[in-house]
């Protein structure tokens, strides 16, 4: 499977948590980009641009990927939920740039001129969804308020399981970027904690920063692994490490954190 190019720095913490997941998403159905280009209504080109964080994905890009890999949307919408609306925050900040409902209009009309030059057709027809913002809006809120610290902080996708109390802790005192923390590892619970976060479903990644990752650093530490620094930042030589651990372990290799690496770590 190629690999991904490096998100753009600037995308913001929510938008970034929704394209790794589409991300992986992808990459565990293993389809091609060409291959969903023939199960959607999306051409190669716009998958390209949506995954690697150069155009913003439309909401039903988000529910055909999920239907052809096989998913239930619902977690998806409401990330995409989550993220439509801190960009939507952001654009009401600055008036003298373009909304997001107007970037993806003026977008949806370039992919259907660029698709018609790319297959040699008309495209399918698609007509312009409505934001559910009152029903899934709600839902979005409830999942932010209950996960949004981590989400927001360390960058993260709750598969399911209760919400953390470690990302409020860490939002409510205030991580500071540059600090080193200390590793304090001992077993609780038959778990190894380091006393930073108690999560087992946070996703890290590049660029993600909090204390999940200060968690996530000491721990592989522990296990022999170290990322050399303590700092609640997910830099290169944070990935290499996970990776070591997760040859080491006979997981997925892709230096992301996610469940399953949580798991080894926490034994």
Known sequence: MPRWNELPAELPSSERQLLVHLRRLKDHSGLSLAALSTRTSYSRSSWERYLNGKKPVPRKAVEELAQVCGTEPTRLVVLYEVAERARTEEAA??????????????????????????????????????????????????????????????????????????????????????????????????????????????????????FDVVEAQCLLREKGFSPGAFDGLYDERTKGAAKKFQGARHLVVDGIIGPDTWRELRR
């Open 93 to 210: 900040g600055r008036p003298d740039q373009p909304t997001r409902e107007q970037d993806r209009d003026d977008q949806e009309q370039d992919e259907q001129q660029q698709e018609e030059q790319e297959q040699g057709q008309e495209p399918p027809r698609a007509g312009r969804t409505v934001p559910l913002k009152w029903t899934l809006g709600a839902v979005a809120l409830a999942v932010a308020v209950s996960f949004g610290g981590g989400l927001l902080v360390a960058g993260a996708w709750d598969d399911g399981a209760p919400a953390e109390k470690a990302g409020a802790v860490a939002a409510g005192t205030g991580y500071l970027r540059g600090r080193t923390y200390a590793c304090d590892v001992r077993r609780k619970g038959g778990e190894l904690r380091a006393g930073h976060s108690d999560t087992n479903e946070m996703l890290l990644d590049i660029n993600s920063t909090g």
